[in-house]
């Protein structure tokens, strides 16, 4: 009994059964395979310096930091192509499949409306053994919308195991808070710099002053004793 319920799910399953089926299945387990390999090659800490650098890693312009937004914002402007493909790719193969079995069905009520509208010349025997064939076979029609969910339900599983979106977001983390101890070392070498800048003119006017008066004091001197 079970061996027969396993034989019947696996015949069901079989993508190479039709050809509308096998493009429509093939096409969507490609597309999942070539995002996932495309997704563990690209989705990376070295691409997403290149888009937190704008791809040009000596511009410090173009640098994104905390005032582009927040923590997801950041995380969503750096995310290479591969991971916003990922995002969608799941979605779209179920529609895919759902595309699939909407065609299958429509070819199928086509045939039949052919086949009801020709009864009179082929004959009602003729007609009923088409329509019965038609029937055995309708079933296949939603084996497209099946392997769509199967690879929406697989791709969502494998990425939530890489976790590419979670360690994207706390390396976005980690730069913003790189970000910001530089932008306080630097403010502070800067006003480090000024407070000594201040320091330094503060001594020349004295001094200048000093010199100054003294300069002034021997004038007068000099003047008295003429």
């Given at each position: 009994m079970g061996s027969t319920k396993l034989n019947e799910i696996l015949g069901f399953m079989n993508p190479f059964s039709d050809l509308l089926s096998t493009i429509f299945i093939v096409s969507m387990v490609m597309a999942s395979i070539g995002t996932v390999i495309w997704l563990s090659l690209s989705a990376n800490t070295t691409q997403w310096e290149k888009n937190w650098h704008g791809e040009n890693l000596d511009s410090i312009n173009q640098n994104l930091d905390d005032e582009h937004g927040s923590i997801t914002d950041l995380s969503d402007a750096v995310a290479t192509k591969s991971e916003?493909?990922?995002?969608?790719?799941?979605?779209?193969l179920l529609v895919f499949g759902l595309l699939g079995t909407f065609l299958g069905l429509g070819m199928a009520l086509n045939h039949a409306s052919n086949v009801l509208a020709n009864i009179s010349t082929t004959g009602m025997d003729s007609a009923m053994s088409q329509l019965?064939?038609?029937?055995?076979?309708?079933?296949?029609?939603?084996?497209?919308?099946?392997?769509?969910?199967?690879?929406?339900?697989?791709?969502?599983?494998?990425?939530?195991?890489?976790?590419?979106?979670?360690?994207?977001?706390?390396?976005?983390?980690?730069?913003?808070?790189?970000?910001?101890e530089l932008k306080k070392v630097e403010?502070?070498?800067?006003?480090?710099?000024?407070?000594?800048?201040?320091?330094?003119?503060?001594?020349?006017?004295?001094?200048?002053?000093?010199?100054t008066h003294i300069t002034l004091v021997k004038n007068i001197v000099t003047l008295f004793q003429n």
């Open positions: 916003k493909i990922a995002d969608i790719i799941p979605s779209m019965l064939g038609m029937m055995d076979g309708l079933g296949a029609k939603f084996k497209t919308s099946t392997w769509g969910i199967l690879c929406f339900i697989t791709l969502n599983i494998i990425f939530n195991i890489k976790g590419a979106t979670e360690k994207r977001l706390a390396w976005v983390i980690q730069k913003v808070r790189q970000e910001a403010y502070e070498t800067k006003e480090n710099q000024k407070h000594s800048d201040l320091i330094n003119a503060m001594n020349h006017i004295a001094l200048t002053t000093k010199e």
